[in-house]
């Protein structure tokens, strides 16, 4: 293949991976959800440059091969004359299909031994991983139910082998097969059910790998305790060893918050590159990110960054902008300065409301254009929200999370809310707002905010914070209404969908809001009300 059959291969691959994972003798080098990358096919070359925090790697690429969603591509080292291999591969899970069965199929035996074990007295009803699309289950949990008598609890587990955005998404689960398996009709029982008529269940028993249950174990911390028991195990497949993890304490998380960064002082700073992009695109977004750095974004999509940089020969500071969409950034220079003009014109013309619905950039990151609408008027999701102090993609690292909080602002009372956004239909939209209305009131009860530049001169209110889940009314998943019913009564949440065409002005469809009620210790578990749901619908 010729350098510049390469570099369009490479680009077309990686511009629809974004979650893609790089691997150098047999190892993972890169994750492009968080490494950034660059393609240069100049001067007869086809460059690849990988970079992270932890490492950076330049290789020459000298041919690609595309199979079965992986790039496989022989490539050379600088200053080394034998190629080697790099493959790139857009799923992280990168097991056959066949290997994934057998590895789900020995789990099952083990979950099956690990439960008569740790549970004696209890019967274990068939464990099944098999595909339910109607109630949104697919084979990577193994679910069933154990009972003794008439109580029963309601089991899901996921192996090791599995990925940690699948265990982090197991308790999702977890919460509809509890819900599945308390809605089954008692008459409709058949001799492949796994609940015994007359049984109820008491809650469930979520087991996941070893080391892996921080996020879970946050988010069940804050679930209804008198809907269901919720309990945690972390399950050693190796050493066939299983240990309850303690969710009783909500107060219990490990996070941090970065400091606000002074927007006058880092607009006065690089005020010569916001001026020679605006003239490019006037009216674009600027985003401080930092002291050192500042992002350009069109309708949300940040296609530029300028940074403090230094200089290759004297390491003294100097101002640079980077430029590309998504993992893809170039230093922007004379030799590349059509590329960036390019790039500017491209974003504008098919960034607007009346664009080619079918193009990349007008269909890329539909969410963040969905938070740069909310953030211009906030008030449009709820009257009681400030407009003048919005912050947007906070970042609040926990569990070896890097998290980012959507919208964060606060009522004209001086109440923290927390505003969770989907563009699209997502099935973990409630337990992703609960896990950063989590994070928030954690800070917000230290006291951290003001501590650390948020809301300079506001006063807080020290109520817990308000927390929004906000989503097209025609893309909100058919779950919604079940998760939302097993989040604790102590969290005042608030369900907002939104008219379809949200690209031409945000509107309020409808509202769903929980109802709020004083705590009470009752351990008596009951199925999850309905009607604490009150429904609204804008005049």
């Not at 029963?152 to 982090?168: H, I, M, P, R, Y």
Request: hydrophobic share 40%.
């Amino acid at each position: 293949m010729t350098p510049e059959a390469l570099t369009r291969t490479l680009q077309e691959f990686l511009s629809e991976a974004s979650g893609a994972v790089v691997l150098e003798d047999g190892a993972i080098a890169f994750d492009l959800a968080r490494a950034k990358y660059s393609i240069s096919g100049e001067y007869h070359k086809c460059l690849l440059h990988l970079w992270s925090a932890e490492r950076n790697a330049v290789r020459r690429v000298l041919d690609a091969e595309l199979k079965n969603g992986m790039l496989r591509l022989s490539v050379q080292r600088l200053g080394q004359a034998r190629p080697t291999r790099l493959e790139i591969w857009r799923e992280r899970d990168r097991r056959s299909p066949s290997a994934k069965k057998a590895c789900r199929t020995t789990y099952e035996a083990k979950l099956r031994r690990a439960l008569e074990r740790h549970f004696p007295g209890f019967e274990i009803a068939r464990l099944t991983n098999g595909v339910d699309l109607e109630k949104s289950f697919g084979p990577i949990y193994t679910r069933g139910v154990i009972r003794r008598g008439q109580s029963a609890f309601a089991v899901l587990g996921v192996n090791e082998k599995e990925t940690q955005a699948s265990v982090d998404a197991s308790l999702t689960f977890g919460i509809l097969w509890l819900d599945a398996c308390r809605n089954a009709h008692p008459v409709a029982q058949n001799a492949t059910s796994v609940v015994r008529p007359g049984s109820w269940i008491e809650g469930l028993l979520l087991f996941v790998p070893a080391g892996s249950s921080a996020l879970v174990q946050e988010r069940m911390a804050n679930l209804n305790r008198n809907a269901a028991k919720w309990r945690l195990f972390e399950f050693d497949e190796r050493e066939d060893a299983v240990r309850e993890i303690d969710c009783s304490d909500r107060g219990n998380v490990a996070t941090r918050l970065v400091h606000a960064p002074n927007e006058a002082a880092a607009r006065e700073r690089f005020a010569d590159s916001i001026q020679r992009v605006q003239q490019l695109l006037p009216n674009c977004e600027v985003a401080v990110l930092s002291a050192a750095e500042i992002g350009f974004r069109w309708r949300g999509l940040e296609f530029a960054r300028a940074r403090i940089g230094a200089e290759a020969a004297t390491f003294r500071p100097k101002q640079e902008i980077i430029f590309g969409v998504g993992a893809e950034e170039r230093v922007l220079e004379d030799r590349n300065c059509d590329s960036f003009l390019q790039l500017v014109a491209a974003v504008r013309n098919a960034r607007h409301i009346y664009g080619p619905k079918q193009h990349p950039l007008f269909r890329m990151h539909p969410e963040r254009w969905l938070e740069s609408l909310v953030v211009g008027d906030v008030c449009v999701i709820d009257e009681r929200l400030e407009s003048r102090e919005v912050y947007s993609q906070v970042p609040a690292f926990s569990a070896g999370d890097r998290a980012m909080i959507d919208v964060l602002t606060r009522t004209h009372e001086g109440r923290l809310a927390v505003v969770e956004l989907k563009a699209d239909e997502d099935i973990h939209l409630p337990l992703q707002g609960l896990d950063y209305w989590s994070r928030v009131g954690w800070h917000h009860a230290r006291g951290e905010f003001g501590r650390f530049g948020y809301f300079a001169g506001s006063e807080l209110s020290l109520e817990a914070p308000l927390l929004y889940l906000v989503a097209p009314s025609l893309h909100v998943h058919p779950t919604t209404d079940a998760l939302v019913r097993y989040i604790s009564p102590e969290i005042e949440w608030e369900f907002v969908g939104i008219d379809e065409h949200w690209r031409e002005g945000v509107k309020v469809v409808f509202r769903k809001r929980s109802e709020k009620r004083p705590h009470h210790r009752n351990t008596e578990n009951r199925r999850a009300p309905k009607s604490e749901l009150l429904i609204e619908k804008p005049a």
